[in-house]
Each structure stands twice: as structure tokens, then as C-alpha cells.
């Protein structure tokens, strides 16, 4: 693989910043890594010696803030920060320019939980529970196919399928 600078030499060294809900991972060769990370402002010997690294890199937080440019929502001006800080989107467009994020915002905001954790209106509560019935068959269904034991999941299965014909059915 190349340098993502130069494009000239071979990458052998992999920067990797947490930005959050995003990452970005940059594959550098060593003389541009130099560069990146300012290695000819510390007076090293072997500026690739995992100790001076992460003194380096540590001297380097505290000398700087890093800016990171946030994504926003070009109709509110939302920032992909402010919404995840908030759990509130600024407005409807937010959810179709943010949408990759949008599993990992509900799952923050939700207790590390992927679904809703709310109050649920009264005609939806039978819908739900028979939706969540299914789901939880389905992964024991799953669990047993991993461990071979394909009898109990044939008997899982048909668990499930008869709940969906019920659902079907509007029983």
C-alpha cells in the first residue's frame, strides 16, 4: 500500500484518531509520518521506538488541540457533535445526513440499547411483544444452528413461523 501524503513510498506506519462515532486511519511511510507528527521537534535517535512514540505523541496532545472538521446538516446546521451530545436532531433533514450514525446515536441515547425504551400507545403494546417474541426465538434459533443442535431448531422454527402466521392472520 502507498503513502496516502506522497503516494511515492510504501505505508508502514498506520495512524489511527478516534473521532468519536467516526474513525480515520491514515497509512503513512516513515518519512512522512515524520512529518505528520512533528518527530524533528523532539531529538530522537529512533523516532519509531514505542516509548519516544507515545512521549511524542503525548507532548504533541498538550502542545495542540486537534480541530477535527464535524460533519452538519446543511439545512439546520446541526453538528453530527451536537447531536450526539444532545440526542436531538435539529430538524428532518438531519436524519438523512447523519443516517450512517443514526444506530449508534439511538444506541447511546438509548442506554446501549438499539431500540426504543419508551412508552409504548396501548393498541402497539401486542404488536410489539409478539415482534419481540419473535426476535428472541430467532436468536435462540440461531444459537442452537451454531451448536448443531438441529433438532431444537427445527422446533424453535416452527415457534416461529406459527407466530407469524398468527401475525399474519391479525390473531
Same mark, same amino acid.
Request: negative net charge; charged residues 30%.
Given at each position: 500500500? /502507498?503513502?496516502?501524503?506522497?503516494?511515492?513510498?510504501?505505508?508502514?506506519?498506520?495512524?489511527?484518531?478516534?473521532?468519536?462515532?467516526?474513525?480515520?486511519?491514515?497509512?503513512?511511510?516513515?518519512?512522512?509520518?515524520?512529518?505528520?507528527?512533528?518527530?524533528? %521537534?523532539?531529538?530522537?535517535?529512533?523516532?519509531? %521506538?514505542?516509548?519516544?512514540?507515545?512521549?511524542?505523541? !503525548?507532548?504533541?496532545?498538550?502542545?495542540?488541540?486537534?480541530?477535527?472538521?464535524?460533519?452538519?446538516?446543511?439545512?439546520?446546521?446541526?453538528?453530527?457533535?451536537?447531536?450526539?451530545?444532545?440526542?436531538?436532531?435539529?430538524?428532518?433533514?438531519?436524519?438523512?445526513?447523519?443516517?450512517?450514525?443514526?444506530?449508534?446515536?439511538?444506541?447511546?441515547?438509548?442506554?446501549?440499547?438499539?431500540?426504543?425504551?419508551? /412508552?409504548?400507545?396501548?393498541?402497539?403494546?401486542?404488536?410489539?411483544?409478539?415482534?419481540?417474541?419473535?426476535?428472541?426465538?430467532?436468536?435462540?434459533?440461531?444459537?442452537?444452528?451454531?451448536?448443531? !443442535?438441529?433438532?431444537?431448531?427445527?422446533?424453535?422454527?416452527?415457534?416461529?413461523?406459527?407466530?407469524?402466521?398468527?401475525?399474519?392472520?391479525?390473531?
Amino acid at each position: 500500500m /502507498k503513502c496516502e501524503i506522497c503516494n511515492e513510498n510504501e505505508a508502514t506506519v498506520h495512524i489511527s484518531e478516534d473521532l468519536g462515532l467516526a474513525q480515520n486511519v491514515r497509512y503513512l511511510c516513515e518519512q512522512c509520518a515524520e512529518k505528520s507528527l512533528h518527530v524533528n %521537534d523532539y531529538q530522537v535517535d529512533n523516532p519509531f %521506538d514505542i516509548h519516544t512514540l507515545l512521549k511524542m505523541l !503525548a507532548a504533541n496532545a498538550e502542545k495542540k488541540e486537534v480541530e477535527v472538521e464535524a460533519p452538519e446538516c446543511p439545512s439546520c446546521g446541526s453538528t453530527l457533535r451536537s447531536v450526539v451530545d444532545n440526542g436531538l436532531f435539529g430538524c428532518s433533514y438531519c436524519y438523512d445526513y447523519f443516517g450512517e450514525y443514526v444506530p449508534q446515536i439511538v444506541e447511546r441515547v438509548q442506554l446501549n440499547q438499539n431500540r426504543h425504551l419508551g /412508552k409504548i400507545p396501548h393498541q402497539k403494546v401486542d404488536a410489539l411483544r409478539l415482534k419481540r417474541d419473535i426476535e428472541s426465538l430467532q436468536q435462540r434459533l440461531d444459537d442452537k444452528v451454531k451448536t448443531q !443442535a438441529f433438532e431444537e431448531a427445527a422446533v424453535i422454527r416452527d415457534q416461529i413461523q406459527a407466530l407469524k402466521d398468527g401475525e399474519s392472520h391479525g390473531e
